[in-house]
């Protein structure tokens, strides 16, 4: 009887631990879209600082998108849900001309080109191999997730984070909030 108790016992406090992490993990969604609120204190400063390369190989300076609506993606070809919403982004950036879609890949020039042979990029794509992820984490991906996506206002704030796969119309959804 008493060995019967201390396993009901030992059930029900595993089923506790189990329910408490459940809802740990449910309260830090790595899916989780973030507010203004919540990045308030992100500054633009050193993402419109930065140099990076095209797909070509030549520097960009990102200061050029300054005053812009910017939907920036950074990706990388090894990263399952990065390849799986470039479809997705193709077709915003081609009904959200006010927005400038933009992806940095966190890779090499020659797998970024290589990967996009076989599934194209329709919008300005980067490559800052390693330093995409400090410039990530400069915008508030202090995860280091892949993909991580943020909008960025023509006044250089940053009004939506985004931690993994973004869908067309949870970016629709942001930009309804946003842009009014």
Known sequence: MRK?????????????????????????????????SDVSNITTKKF??????DTAGKKVALSKFEGKWLLINFWATWCAPCREEIPELNEFSHQNKHIQTIAI?????ESVNKFTKKIPIQYLSFIAENEGV??????????????????IGPDRKIEKI?????????????LNSIIR
Do not use: C, H, W
Not at 7 to 29: E, H, M, P, Q, S
Not at 48 to 53: C, D, K
Not at 162 to 174: D, P, V
């Open 134 to 151: 400090e410039l990530s984490q400069s915008l508030g991906n202090e995860r280091g997730i892949l993909p991580f996506s943020i909008i």
């Open 162 to 174: 985004f931690y993994g796969r973004l869908k067309l119309n949870q970016l629709n959804q942001a």
């Open 4 to 36: 019967n108790f201390k396993f009901i016992l030992l059930i029900i406090l595993i089923g506790v631990i189990a329910a408490f992490t459940g809802y740990l993990i449910k309260k830090n969604d790595i899916d989780k879209e973030l507010d203004v």
């Open 105 to 109: 890949a966190i890779d090499d020039l």
């Open 48 to 53: 419109f600082s930065s140099q990076i390369i």
